[in-house]
């Protein structure tokens, strides 16, 4: 199977083609063959996980050239792909995640006119995003990394009559587009420092380069990586991006391509081995992030942005863990995995509320829903103790780890990365069981007329099946220490080092303030009356709320002083520039002039014209070759 | 006397044989078939036929030819490998200038005049096109044109150059003066297209005399063979090979022998002039690498002026004047002659690579050709009656493009990408082919130019795309643009923006293929 893992991309590459030249023919049926692209591109994964399960260890890692793009010379570039435990675990999540929600997607989306079109830029999604985790290459992983970013744009942007969501997605294009630089500068070090941009050339030759050039790559990705996976200080468009559909949400903003910035810092493992300064720059990223993202999260209104903050907040542990060197990088993937279950199955969640709801997002005007929607309470719940990391529940197996590995090192490191990852529990805690307590319990607060009720089937059951995911899986995969020692042939085996506090130290702290922030949330927003309109805020609520006024630095930093420069730059040109050039110019017009005389429509003219050349051409011969 | 049957090689012969057969039976069934339209049908589908055998019998010949194997030599025509992959690509544009000949509009109108000999705007025109009349002619005509060309990659004496150079040019003249809408710009550009064609054959024709003088040979290889005896420069010599190549660059479309190419693609119907820039290029192409390698190469010193001065001079002036252009077509021509450039970039160093990458160039550069002018045949002047007129040329008339129709559109953008050499377009692959080819021969100067001149190159192509799909449709133009979806027309822009999208991703395979075609074999005895 690992030899047809290039039928995992081709299938829904071709299903989002079909659909896209179909039009309206194919209105139809065409999310039905969405979904099935979808689920047969998990089928080959599966089939590629049997196939790797089956070999030892040391040989579960395929690599197939597919073809040569450009043979031979100096730029010989093979199109590859690559099966290995790290990318068949990416292929697996993607492609199960992404076909429960190509599911819900069918119900959820079911009266919008333009389904057909959705279904095929999720595909694309889908394409693109396994191209980018299967990819042997830099460059092909380059290529992915902009089609989940082309897919991503269309989708945020999938109701563009509205202007803001039309504009929601040019931000979250143009953030990316200064990752996509860091990833393109990268990309430049990389063939200049090994002569070659594949993933085993530079892990064979990185260990040989200097650690000045090793930190350079390494900023680089973790510049790409900010930009992808919105970590600070590209974390603006996320929360705009909810303008998407939910199941977008779910998939694109939640359970993958967000966690694309943690799988190429995981994957360029070599580099970053050998740059420990760039590593310390990511754990602080992901560290900071993690908590700016919790503050954030505990201060919004609107159920879609308070579950984007809390996956900013989320994917900064998962790139704390990667920082943290290879004690931490098992740990970040299975923290992305039982996060892509769990989160996904809260969005699915929110949109369920939304769909019983009218799509209204303020939650407060929520509360009450368990007695109307049993189900999505439920595995909305169970998502809940997930995140907060109860045991025995998913996240408990995979952030307990993350934050015992934070504790992990000697002089200052530990305690600020350690104490971060340990505040950031406790606000997980306090945020997300505010916003569970708000939906579903307390009074109702509906608006007038609102009568929520549960919603189909199709979009319960891939709800429920994501929920026992966030339940089990991450107990299946800790038993005995079994997906660490999957991923060891590429992450390295990690020596056992102990934490400066000890583990069941850690463990205790950690369930405290997780049961002090549920409790916090519980007395002010489950038994107390929640205000319908967001009452006047001190200074820090006012901050979070605001996104830490990212958007107004932003413009302040840079787009204020970019629109100057390009003004300056503007009266420049006119002024100098266009000054040297209107002179070249009316160079170039005579010569266009001269030219157009020449092409008068005249048959004459344009005889003279070959003779005079053939004249110049036999004295060029005659006098050149002298 | 003696006479000995001369032994004939059929089979490397056949594609040519073929071809030019159909052409001849063609003649025959626009005197028997009477009804126009039967006639049409009958037309498509036998050239159809003609070509697609063709191409067969061309592909077996290929595989036959293993590693170079036999060649045949006779009647001045040498069918190797190198001669092979021009031919195919010649009946593959022919096979899709065939099917864009036929194609036809929402009202059924074709894009050839009904009646050739009726004077612009008369009554016989009016009466000839009431009655249904069509120049069905155009059919054979194209295979005489294919034929022609085909002979032209593979001949290796000079004198029967000439002789294929006319087969074909006389059959595009024609073809040329056709056009059902604005005849007298098509008439206009056939004989200027006439009077200038008959200028460079006299002067390639006074060329060969002075190489005939100076060596007494008319075959390539001898002619090769007499170059390398004479000791010294001998200006006879010069002179000949100066006119000889100047004929082919006149058919190349290179500066300064270009002033044809804006007239004629303009004035021609737009399926002749897609057939005309993708063929003639290739053909004339095939033609100067088999001079260049198997007659000329001793000159290389002297030759080497000619075309940087030439490559360079289409290079400047063809970008140039294509950003002033305000008419889709003459912007195309002018690109054309900026692509002849690029094509002489290549024999910069005359290298082995040169050889190789000139096939996949032409083949990538034809297949946007013929897509790009098979979408302008699509978009139509509509006027305030709604009657649907001739075709929108003008760049303003393309404005938002896009919105009336995406696909199409989308196929014309993925056309000009290619002939600016954007990643994953076959044009790209194309390009970085030849561009390396220069570099291993040293031309890296010229490549230099090469690639300023595409980044220019690059503007006007992107402010074609700009225009079609981030501009809006002028308020009140809402209605007078008409697009039309003929399914034969459709069926090779589909073709074309498939095949340039998949060479772009897919190229080694061809490129491994005319890697083989770059063997040559000089002819042992003249």
Redesign the interface.
Known sequence: MTSLIWLAIALPLASAAILL?LGRRADAWGHWMGVAASGGAFLVGLGALIELLGKAAEDRAVDTTL?????G?DLHVDVGLLADPLSITFVLLITFVGTLIHVYSVAYMEHDPDRRRFFAYLNLFVAAMLLLVLADSYLLLFVGWEGVGLASYLLIGFWNQKREYATAANKAFFVNRVGDIGLIIAMGLMFTSFGALDFATVAEQAPSATTAQLTAIGLMLLVAACGKSAQFPLQSWLGDAMAGPTPVSALIHAATMVTAGVYLIVRSAPIFDGAPDARVVVAAVGAMTLLLGAFIGMAKDDIKKALAASTMSQIGYMMLAAGLGPIGYAFAIFHLVTHGFFKAGMFLGAGSVMHGMKDQVDMRRFGALRGAMIVTWVTFGLGWLAILGIPPFSGYFSKDKIIEAAFVGEGWQPWVFGGAALIGAGLTAFYMSRLFFMTFHGKARWTDDQHPHESPALMTVPMIILAVGSAFLGLFLAVGDRFTHWLEPVTGHAEHHDPVLPIPVLIAATLTLVVIGAGIAWVKYGRADVPEEAPAASLATLTARNDFFQDSVNRAVFQRPGQHLTRTLVYLDAAVVDGAVNKQARG?AG??EA??R??N?Q?R???A??L???V???A???V??L | MNFVTPEIAWAPLAPIIIVLGAASIGVLIEAFVRTPATRRSVQLVFGLVALVAALGTAIAQWVALDGGGTVVQQFMLTVDRQALAWQTLIVVFGILGLILFASRTRAGESAFTPLGSTAPGSIEETLARRRGFEVTEVFPLLLFAVGGMMLFTSVTDYIFLFVALEVFSLALYIMVALARRRRLMSQEAALKYFLLGAFSSALYLFGVALIYGATTQTSFAAVGRAIDVISGRDALLLAGVVLVLVGLLFKIGAVPFHSWTPDAYQGAPTPVTAFMGAATKAAATAALVRIVYTSLYPLEWEMSWLFWAVAIASMALGTVLALVQTNVKRMLAYSSVAHAGFILVAFAGFTEEAVAALPFYLLAYGLATIGAFAVVSQVRERSEDGAVGAEAVRLGQWAGLGKRSPLLAGAMALFLLSFAGIPLTAGFIGKFEVFSAAVAGGGWPLVLIGVIASAVAAFFYVRLVVLMFLTDIPEGAEDSIEVEDGPLAKLVIVVTAAAVLVLGILPAGLLDVYADAAQFLVLPNG
């Open positions: 030249c073809y040569t793009f450009i043979p010379g170039w010569l266009g030219s157009r020449l092409q429509g048959v003219t344009y005889a014209t070959m005079v050349g053939l110049i051409l036999a060029v011969i005659v050149g070759g």
